[in-house]
């Protein structure tokens, strides 16, 4: 089946079986490994991408289902080579360890900032609770968030 997509402003129409996932449609067919698999359970939360500006884990998400709508990774962030502000304060404030779980902690706190652009850090909290990072005790996570609230 044909799912036409537009994935970081750039439309695709991509052939894929019903059973793909939108995780393996950004990965697999359109090269983009930002997002990343870690479950394919939805408990961690490494695979969140922005679907028409919603944060959504996509190893869950048929792509067929996505067909029609916009999708925006990691890569697509950033304004050229200026980076966007949760992806600044990830940087100033060490938001990472070994980097697995960022893509998909960045995604879901740009769609917490778009929803609460002035968090606490118990919102913050609550907010990325869905993303499991198994490196850190989420305290720089937490930083950078608040980081990019104030940008």
């Not at 359970?41 to 922005?50: D, Y």
């Amino acid at each position: 089946m044909n799912v036409t997509v537009t994935v970081n402003g750039t439309a695709h129409t991509v052939d894929v079986e019903g059973r793909t996932l939108l995780v393996h449609l950004l990965r697999d067919h359109l090269d983009l490994t930002a997002t990343n698999i870690g479950c394919d359970t939805t408990s961690c939360g490494a695979c969140t991408v922005l679907l028409d500006g919603e944060s959504v884990k996509s190893c869950t998400v048929l792509a067929a289902s996505v067909d029609g709508q916009a999708v925006t990774t990691l890569e697509g962030l950033a304004d050229g080579d200026r980076w966007h502000p949760v992806q600044e304060g990830f940087r100033a404030k060490h938001g990472l360890q070994c980097g697995f779980c960022t893509p998909g902690m960045v995604m879901a706190a740009v769609s917490l900032l778009d929803e609460n652009p002035k968090p606490t850090a118990d919102e913050v909290r609550q907010g990325l609770e869905g993303n499991l990072c198994r490196c850190t005790g989420y305290h720089n996570i937490v930083a950078a968030v608040l980081e990019a609230a104030v940008q």
